[in-house]
């Protein structure tokens, strides 16, 4: 008898626990149905990329030295630079310098270890090609600075679309931080 009852009363703490449990996750259910949708329409809208977010890698020709700390460095030993020595001031010239991104794995090395900074990381993430020969990019494609998304006037700008108008502006500058974070 007492085994029964001992049994009845775990029964009836699994069902209060299972219900608990349940309540809980439709609580937080019904927290996110208040919400509003967080769909981009991706070529006309775009999202600002974050501070420290990793794209095409910028190359300044003028500043580099021809060190190749930037091929020691890199994983993948991704970086080719072509240099010729010159005799007469005893320094390294720069011929060439190019980077395949699509080997690449945008690890960032390269930028946080050169030693004269004509390495930098942009915001341009649209690499994508139908021919894999045409993301081998040389010194002349590596400096080009990317449009940015703010500046783009064909692209329209994610504060103006109709799910995210706001009333308070205490809201709109959470949403800007929030923006800035992702």
């Known amino acids: 008898m007492f085994l029964m009852v001992t049994e009845f009363m775990n029964y009836g703490q699994q069902t209060v626990r299972a219900a608990r449990y349940i309540g809980q996750s439709f609580m937080i259910t019904l927290s996110h149905a208040n919400r509003f949708p967080v769909t981009i329409q991706y070529p006309y809208e775009k999202l600002i990329t974050s ?10 020709f003028d500043k ?27 320094k390294k010239r720069l011929l060439n310098y190019s980077i395949d991104f699509g080997i690449c794995i945008f690890c960032g090395n390269c930028v946080e270890y050169c030693p004269t900074n004509c390495l930098s990381m942009t915001e341009e993430y649209e690499l994508s090609t ?10 002349i494609a590596l400096g080009r600075l990317p449009m940015s998304v703010i500046d783009d006037y064909t692209i329209r700008t994610i504060l103006n679309s109709p799910q995210f108008k706001y009333s308070n502006k205490n809201e709109i500058i959470i949403f800007i931080i929030i923006l800035y974070k992702l």
Do not use: M
């Open 51 to 60: 501070e420290r977010f990793r794209g095409r890698i910028h190359f300044e």
């Open 64 to 90: 580099c030295i021809a060190c190749e700390v930037c091929v020691r460095v890199c994983p993948i030993d991704l970086p080719a630079v072509d240099w010729k020595l010159e005799t007469s001031i005893r």
């Open 130 to 139: 139908y021919d894999r020969h045409e993301l081998n990019y040389n010194q």
